[in-house]
């Protein structure tokens, strides 16, 4: 699908804006992106151009005691994370490892394209997306202007909130050149309880009702037995059973009084099974690097929903479709594989999921798939609308990622 | 900053009111529609009192639908429209202009739906944002941005501004604790964004509209993010002898992995009226207080205090003492909490609302500490040190219009220093009337018109909340470009 003749690698953010007015000038299409990790995607591009970030990387400045790091946009995100790692902080979101659903070849992903795809993993449910760290953004817009919204302070409502709207927006409204994010501290223990052998319905009930309490769960995870069986943690893969866990992570003093009194909130649930500090964090690992999903050919779809309404929305499904589901944020995110199929089994999925408040995303689908259905969740025309109209307002020639997340967009 | 411009009224708006006034009470209810002028007055201004402007006139409707008729018919006849919750807005964001309507959300303001498991509530946005913890405390939950305005306060204003509060530093602002929303554009098209569930499809539109200042449409219904409330909390306070001292302990705190739920700092003048407010027990000796809070059961808040105990020690602080007792906590946050209020007691103020880099604290406290004195003003200072969020408050007696001017440019001066040291104009308060001229302090041509083309996606014709956020000049040029 692609006609690419060149991938380009500005070295500056001034090198970046002439490429993209250029481009703007002569209405070029081109491929925003940085590694590509993620390329396989939204729907397929057909671009004459590739403008990657790869070449504007490094941390340009980082304040433990302020919370607060950036660095240009093509930094591999393991560069930041081990940055953090030694002063004990952390990404908040976790940035869930997206690419390792369709890239298993392990291109390491970038920060740009970790905040682009708006990529949080389970720790989201307690601690926000990663547009809920994004505090500042220079970019490069459609007209090939620089852009500079929010700053490097936490507060701050001077102006619109363009910065955090970059996020999740895929490279299709403007060249994220350096980004500036919220941080938080490293909890000094992890620990983790496992529920076994709930169904999912008992699953969603157990997160619920974990997330209800004071102790400030940190992921709720449930994974069907076959997708249990494929984590690397053996001790875990091998119980044989679905398992649903739940996360505590703080200091070691609260993590042992919180995770008793979380012992007492699921004893309705069964049998608990308990993660040590090191085993926790295989497990999280393991989650976050999405090790549970099968390396087939099974389309992997992405769908969202009110954490109580998770188990029942797969229900729906099962009595249309075979597929396998694994549940994250207490229920309210579900990673489903579906049998393979020329539309990837978009139609019969979204008219039964449309009885819900939910929206699905094809994340792993062949190009032909993806060319032909809506990759992204498909909004009303009023929505539709407003996103037509901001795509115009950063990139009035539609030449940043065209049709990557909606056909004509 | 002195004297801040109004937008010029349209004359043939002012012409027909009669006309629209009738055409209005056609639409609503006829006790929905305020077109008296002992009504209206009710209306003039917002909490930056210095500013007054009789609106054309006042709606107040019941329901989205309400909402959309109105936004509709001023959309055909090119009526202006502002936006208010509770007009508690310090940045004149909700002031209207003489040729506009003013739409109030106060009578939606209804709890339309609970969810605790899967932790959200969908709220009518004129209920107050106390209203919403209230309505979900009894299963011990709460609503977590906290302004000090929370008991009058509306969501919706709430959501035009992108509210903070003391306790924003653990659970994030507005932005971050809103999941779903309604919200009515000026054409009068209905559009939900987000809903239940996280990280709707889509772009970011919550991101966009939440601190939007009321410009994008209206929002009459939100999803809330809603948690389950710790099993107890208890402040501290902590004396030192210097704002140098004080900064170090805060960033030393944060450093070593603490994260409390607050740490709010006051200097010495605020100490005073706040203790003098709510007898709270804050030292008067010292140069700058520190109120820090945790959260947790009864061994953890102990535990997290003991430690934040340690590390103040290396900090030689002048005082060190822990709430006993949860009547002495509501006092220590009273004082707090209405320090805006005891301030007002003594004195006019303008209440200033920038944020710094936390370790440029001892220089901005130095810089805004010599500015007042340059114009003969005291300052005092309130700022939520965890995030670098400061509010000073300019003392000045309002009915002296010379002192009035030297306090706008005092404060003009403050927020041109935060934004000089690394920081920003505003940091929950917004930036209304009151700092539009300053934006291009902060930003420059083209980061403004990519600002403006957002504002224009949303509401082609500049017609809500006008004469805010953008310094005219830029507004005028812009509209003028997009015209051709």
């Known amino acids: ?409 | 900053m002195t004297a801040i411009e109004t937008l010029a009224p349209k004359p043939e708006i002012l012409g027909s009111r009669d006309s629209f006034v009738a055409a209005l009470k056609k639409l609503l209810p006829a006790r929905a529609v305020v077109a008296d002028e002992a009504g209206r007055r009710a209306f003039e201004t917002d909490a930056l009192t210095a500013y007054k402007c009789m609106p054309l006139a006042v709606v107040l409707p019941t329901s989205t639908e309400e909402v959309s008729a109105v936004l509709r018919f001023c959309h055909l006849s090119k009526i202006r429209v502002v936006p208010r919750g509770a007009g508690t807005s310090l940045a004149g964001g909700a002031l209207p202009s003489e040729d506009a309507v003013v739409l109030c959300l106060s009578r939606m303001n209804r709890v339309l739906e609970v969810n605790f498991d899967s932790r959200y509530i969908r709220v009518e946005t004129g209920i107050t944002n106390l209203g919403v913890s209230n309505a979900v405390a009894p299963a011990k939950f709460f609503y977590a941005p906290d302004p000090s305005s929370q008991l009058a306060c509306t969501i919706g204003g709430n959501i035009g501004m992108n509210s903070g509060g003391a306790h924003c530093l653990k659970y994030g602002v507005t932005v971050n604790n809103v999941l779903g929303l309604k919200m009515v554009l000026m054409n009068g098209d209905i559009v939900e964004i987000g809903g239940p569930h996280l990280d709707a499809a889509g772009y970011d539109f919550l991101s966009l509209v939440i601190g939007s200042e009321g410009q994008f449409g209206i929002v009459t219904e939100a999803t809330l993010r809603i948690l389950r409330q710790a099993e107890g909390a208890r402040p501290m306070m902590i004396g030192f002898d210097s704002a140098e001292t004080a900064g170090a302990c805060v960033s030393a705190i944060i450093g070593r992995g603490i994260l409390p739920v607050a740490i709010e700092y006051m200097d010495r003048p605020a100490i005073k009226v706040c203790e003098a407010f709510a007898h709270a027990g804050y030292p008067l000796d010292v140069e700058a207080l520190l109120i820090v809070e945790v959260e947790g059961s009864e061994e953890e808040i102990a535990s997290l205090l003991e430690q934040i105990a340690e590390i103040a020690a290396e900090f030689s602080p002048q005082t060190l003492k822990v709430s006993q007792s949860a009547a002495e906590s509501a006092a220590i946050w009273k004082g707090r909490k209405s320090a805006f209020g005891a301030i007002g007691r003594i004195s006019d103020y303008y209440c200033m609302d920038g944020t710094i880099p936390l370790a440029k604290l001892p220089e901005a406290l130095r810089g805004i500490a010599d500015i007042g004195q340059h114009y003969g003003l005291t300052v005092a200072n309130i700022f939520h040190a965890g995030d670098g969020n400061l509010h000073p408050l300019i003392l000045y007696n309002a009915n002296d219009a010379e002192e009035k001017r030297r306090a706008e440019l005092c404060g003009e001066k403050i927020l041109k220093l935060c934004v000089a040291l690394g920081g920003c104009l505003t940091g929950e308060h917004g930036v209304g009337i009151e700092k539009r001229e300053l934006m291009s302090v902060q930003f420059n041509e083209v980061d403004l018109a990519q600002q403006m083309r957002i504002k224009s996606v949303f509401d082609p014709e500049w017609l809500l909340n006008p004469g805010k956020v953008f310094p005219l000049k830029a507004q005028e040029a812009f509209l003028i470009r997009a015209a051709r």
């Open chain 1, 1 to 409: 699908m692609q006609h690419v003749s060149e991938t380009v690698f500005p070295a500056s953010e001034a090198e970046v804006s002439d490429i993209i007015a250029d481009a703007a000038a002569r209405s070029l299409p081109l491929e925003i992106c940085g590694n590509r990790s993620k390329a396989a995607i939204g729907r397929p591009l057909q671009v004459s151009g590739r403008l990657s970030s790869r070449s504007l990387s490094g941390v340009t400045l980082y304040e433990p005691n302020e919370l607060v790091i950036a660095a240009k946009s093509g930094t591999p995100l393991a560069e930041i994370e081990r940055l953090l790692d030694s002063n004990r902080q952390q990404l908040p979101f976790e940035p869930c490892a997206l690419e390792r659903a369709v890239n298993p070849d392990g291109r390491e992903p970038t920060l740009g394209g970790a905040v682009a795809a708006n990529a949080s993993g389970s720790r989201r449910i307690l601690q926000g997306a990663a547009r809920d760290h994004v505090i500042g953004v220079r970019a490069v817009n459609g007209a090939g202007e620089v852009i500079k919204a929010g700053g490097r302070v936490m507060k701050n409502v001077t102006g619109y909130d363009v910065a955090r709207a970059m996020a999740g927006s895929w490279g299709t409204l403007a060249f994220m050149s350096e980004i500036t994010l919220k941080v938080l501290p490293k909890a000094e223990e992890t620990r983790t309880l496992i529920c076994l052998n709930l169904t999912d319905e008992g699953a969603v009930s157990a997160m619920c009702r974990a997330m209800g309490s004071a102790y400030e769960v940190s992921g709720a995870v449930h994974l069907q037995r076959p997708f249990a069986e494929r984590l690397t943690l053996a001790d875990v893969a091998s119980l044989g059973q679905s398992v649903t866990a739940l996360r505590v992570e703080n200091f070691s003093s609260s993590v042992d009084y919180r995770i008793g009194k979380l012992h007492q909130e699921l004893r309705p649930f069964g049998a608990i099974y308990e993660l040590d500090d090191e085993r926790s964090r295989a497990f999280w690992a393991d989650i976050r690097k999405m090790q549970f999903l099968s390396d087939g050919e099974w389309p992997l779809w992405r769908i969202t929903t009110a954490p109580d309404q998770g188990a029942r929305l797969v229900s729906a499904l099962l009595g249309q479709m075979d597929c396998r589901a694994a549940y994250d944020w207490s229920g309210g995110l579900i990673w489903l594989e579906v049998p393979p199929a020329s539309d990837a089994n978009a139609t019969l999925l979204r008219r039964v999921i449309a009885e819900f408040h939910a929206d699905a995303m094809l994340i792993r689908g062949s190009a032909a798939a993806r060319a032909s259905v809506d990759v992204f969740h498909p909004l009303a025309e009023v929505n539709m609308t407003l996103i037509r109209r901001l795509k115009e307002a950063f990139d009035p020639q539609r030449i940043l990622n065209p049709g990557r997340m909606y056909a004509g967009i």
